[in-house]
């Protein structure tokens, strides 16, 4: 009696699992090569982790750069497990265990790449195009299911908040507004404008940290590592009062949204801020806490060196951080 199989008449076992291996491998490699990341580097010079929703897919790119650039990101999404697929068949061991398996590594390479930090897409696309290629050999279904599930778990619900350098036009004209909201309107520091916005004396040497609710800004801080400091011109001699560093940098206009501060926005702004001073080897830094929040400044680790700077409604108290506070603050674990 014959009895048809899916792989080749005395294939055994091992050389089966032998050739789906390499399939497997080429499936995940294959979706690690994640088109909406690759295309808007080499195209836009731009870091797609960084923009829109921070997801690298085609919806992403269509967002924030349109059509043009999104179709050819999504057909190669929707045809890069294909040639795995094909290989698993050229080979005469293609069934629906294989065939599964080799989705599942697809998927797998598309949502958690490897190289970029097992951050990557939602793995739509790709499962479309595979569910295209096997449907003319019905997988299992719990097998199916298997990756159904795997690409509904990339769709949880991601985070609400992203945290980023400011870099674009738009970013520092809400800024401006951002400022001239906290240290106008809310703590009486400069004088009210018409355009009621104001720009900070400093912002050309400032490396403003955003944390963004969608395209609204919820938060910001600012630090600057160029002399001279703003505390430069309120505490005189400076220097004299620090204690000794390499590296100094001067922390500014921390400032966030009231709808905001009851959330997570505040810690993220200042994890990601610590980051920042430390990966550009600060040991040292200063800043003019306001008194509304010393009992904050103080927990995270800032220790003040002088009298109270500033005028009525607006008084600040000079504190510096250490690098071993830096390293160790309490509020960022």
Same mark, same amino acid.
């Not at 091992?14 to 690690?32: F, K, N, R």
């Not at 800004?217 to 009062?241: Q, T």
């Given at each position: 009696?014959?009895?048809?199989?899916? !792989?080749?008449?005395?294939?055994?076992?091992?050389?089966?699992?032998?050739?789906?291996?390499?399939?497997?491998?080429?499936?995940?490699?294959?979706?690690?090569?994640?088109?909406? /990341?690759?295309?808007?580097?080499?195209?836009? $010079?731009?870091?797609?982790?960084?923009?829109?929703?921070?997801?690298?897919?085609?919806?992403?790119?269509?967002?924030? /750069?349109?059509?043009?650039?999104?179709?050819?990101?999504?057909?190669?999404?929707?045809? $890069?497990?294909?040639?795995? #697929? /094909?290989?698993?068949?050229?080979?005469?061991?293609?069934?629906?265990?294989?065939?599964?398996?080799?989705?599942?590594?697809?998927?797998?390479?598309?949502?958690?790449?490897?190289?970029?930090?097992?951050?990557?897409?939602?793995?739509?696309?790709?499962?479309?195009?595979?569910? #295209?290629?096997?449907?003319?050999?019905?997988?299992?279904?719990?097998?199916?299911?298997?990756?159904? #599930?795997?690409?509904?778990?990339? +769709?949880?619900?991601?985070?609400?908040?992203?945290?980023?350098?400011?870099?674009?036009?738009?970013?520092?004209?809400?800024?401006?507004?951002?400022?001239?909201?906290?240290?106008?309107?809310?703590?009486?520091?400069?004088?009210?404008?018409?355009? $009621?916005? #104001?720009?900070?004396?400093f912002h050309e040497n400032n490396v403003y940290i955003l944390c963004k609710d969608g395209h609204k800004i919820a938060g910001m801080v600012a630090c600057c590592g160029r002399r001279p400091f703003s505390l430069d011109a309120k505490v005189e001699n400076l220097d004299s009062y620090l204690p000794a +560093?390499?590296?100094?940098?001067?922390?500014?206009?921390?400032?966030?949204?009231?709808?905001?501060?009851? !959330?997570?926005?505040?810690?993220?702004?200042?994890?990601?801020?610590?980051? /920042?001073?430390?990966?550009?080897?600060?040991?040292?830094?200063?800043?003019?806490? !306001?008194?509304?929040?010393?009992?904050?400044?103080?927990?995270?680790?800032?220790?003040?060196? +002088?009298?109270?700077?500033?005028?009525?409604?607006?008084?600040?108290?000079?504190?510096?951080?250490?690098?071993?506070?830096?390293?160790?603050?309490?509020?960022?674990?």
């Amino acid at each position: 009696m014959m009895v048809k199989h899916h !792989t080749r008449i005395g294939a055994t076992n091992m050389d089966a699992t032998l050739i789906v291996l390499p399939c497997l491998l080429l499936a995940y490699a294959s979706g690690c090569c994640n088109a909406a /990341y690759y295309a808007i580097r080499l195209a836009k $010079k731009n870091d797609l982790r960084q923009q829109g929703s921070g997801t690298l897919g085609a919806r992403n790119v269509h967002r924030l /750069y349109g059509w043009r650039m999104a179709i050819p990101v999504f057909l190669f999404d929707l045809l $890069k497990i294909w040639p795995s #697929l /094909y290989l698993l068949a050229a080979c005469h061991v293609a069934s629906p265990v294989s065939q599964a398996l080799v989705v599942f590594a697809g998927l797998l390479g598309h949502i958690y790449p490897v190289q970029l930090g097992f951050r990557g897409g939602k793995g739509v696309a790709v499962f479309i195009g595979s569910a #295209l290629y096997i449907v003319m050999f019905p997988p299992m279904t719990w097998l199916f299911g298997v990756n159904l #599930l795997l690409v509904i778990f990339a +769709h949880r619900k991601k985070p609400r908040y992203t945290v980023k350098l400011a870099d674009t036009d738009e970013e520092f004209n809400q800024i401006f507004e951002l400022n001239y909201h906290t240290f106008v309107e809310e703590i009486p520091q400069h004088e009210p404008n018409e355009l $009621k916005k #104001l720009k900070d004396k400093f912002h050309e040497n400032n490396v403003y940290i955003l944390c963004k609710d969608g395209h609204k800004i919820a938060g910001m801080v600012a630090c600057c590592g160029r002399r001279p400091f703003s505390l430069d011109a309120k505490v005189e001699n400076l220097d004299s009062y620090l204690p000794a +560093h390499s590296k100094i940098y001067e922390i500014r206009l921390l400032a966030v949204k009231k709808e905001y501060r009851r !959330t997570r926005v505040t810690a993220m702004l200042l994890r990601a801020l610590v980051k /920042y001073l430390l990966n550009n080897k600060a040991d040292l830094a200063i800043i003019s806490g !306001t008194t509304r929040q010393l009992a904050m400044y103080e927990k995270m680790g800032f220790q003040p060196f +002088h009298g109270l700077v500033g005028k009525d409604g607006a008084w600040y108290q000079p504190m510096y951080i250490t690098k071993k506070y830096l390293r160790s603050a309490r509020w960022m674990q």
